[in-house]
């Protein structure tokens, strides 16, 4: 007779379903796991999964949601712990870059792959919604204060796209180790704060010219825009 299991024992199950599913999904891509395949890594029977989850496309929306509300997490405790607007960006940029390197495996499954009907999973569209919020807070107050120019959603979309294509390249080895990663990462930064900074008025120019000054490049904050509908690696159930 089978062993009626306690709810802590179900949500240990699942949490290791999920760290094996998300492990093979970023390996390998949607298509080549099976439901089969992860309870045979789990040493458990071929239905047991079933318990729990509808099928693979239910398993991967769980464990994208639970990545992204992880995600979430990471970036909005970052933000927390600075007030001024961009430090804030600074330190929210650089939990983004730890986030992505500490997790491949989730950072791949977030923004590497999309899932048809994604209606059908309102938990994924919450935790989505809650790290694009996370991210493009940053952009919102520092237009508002007049930090930077520009309008805040278009460049949501530039500067993520700059960063997560940076990340890619170095999860992928494909950057060359001279210059080095945060070589690259540090110039590329300094045109993106070059190209939002805010135009200063003529006379004040002028003014900081003849004290001497330098014009001062602003951190520019890694942002995260709505998930691009054009999709790469689809689920198929």
């Known amino acids: 007779m089978a062993k009626n299991l306690t709810q802590e024992e179900i949500d240990a199950f699942k949490a290791r379903l999920c760290a094996v599913a998300e492990r093979r999904f970023a390996e390998g891509g949607v298509a080549s796991v099976s439901m089969r395949q992860l309870a045979e890594e789990l040493g458990c029977s071929p239905m047991t999964p079933y318990r729990y989850f509808k099928d693979k496309d239910d398993i991967l929306a769980a464990v994208r949601t639970a990545a992204f509300d992880r995600f979430a997490a990471t970036l909005e405790a970052a933000g927390a712990s600075v007030a001024e607007p961009r430090e804030r960006a600074r330190a929210v ?138 999709q790469r690696k689809r689920s198929s159930r």
Not at 123 to 145: C, F, V, W
Not at 164 to 179: E, I, S
Not at 195 to 222: D, F, I, K
Request: charged fraction near 20%.
């Open 93 to 230: 940029g650089e939990a983004y870059l730890a986030f992505a390197f500490a997790q491949p495996n989730a950072y791949r499954l977030m923004f590497d792959m999309t899932q048809p009907d994604d209606d059908r999973y309102p938990d994924l569209e919450r935790a989505g919604s809650r790290a694009r919020r996370t991210m493009s807070a940053h952009l919102e107050t520092m237009a508002q204060r007049g930090l930077i120019h520009g309008d805040p959603q278009v460049l949501s979309y530039v500067i993520w796209a700059s960063i997560h294509g940076l990340v890619m390249l170095r999860l992928a080895g494909k950057l060359p180790g001279d210059p080095d990663f945060r070589a690259i990462h540090a110039e590329m930064l300094r045109l993106l704060a070059a190209g939002m900074r805010a135009p200063m008025p003529a006379a004040s120019l002028e003014a900081g010219n003849e004290a001497g000054h330098e014009t001062v490049s602003e951190p520019v904050p890694t942002s995260m825009p709505k998930p691009i509908r054009q």
